[in-house]
């Protein structure tokens, strides 16, 4: 996982481009859209995280910047 591609895929991509895109990959299919990263699972994780980043500054009307760092607590927390 890789901050600077995610918060790049946030600014490049609708949401309805970063859905699609999540279940090309979940069907081991190429997405019609480039997410950087060194393998599928990492273009997956990256798309993911996209997602919810941006359906966090919708929800919440926050900055991409502050959904980001949530993204990022929320991640930490689920690993400790």
């Excluded at 979940?26 to 996209?50: F, K, S, V, W, Y």
């Excluded at 959904?67 to 607590?73: Q, V």
Aim: hydrophobic share 35%; aromatic share 4%; with cysteine.
């Amino acid at each position: 996982m890789k901050i600077p591609i995610i918060k790049k895929t946030v600014e490049d991509f609708s949401l309805e481009d970063l859905k699609k895109a999540e279940e090309q990959l979940l069907n081991e299919e190429t997405p019609t859209i480039e997410i950087e990263g060194m393998d599928e699972g990492e273009q997956l994780t990256h798309c993911m995280a996209a997602i919810w980043i941006k359906e966090e500054m919708e929800k919440n009307g926050i900055s991409q910047q502050q959904a980001t760092r949530n993204y990022i607590d929320r991640v930490r927390k689920s690993i400790t």
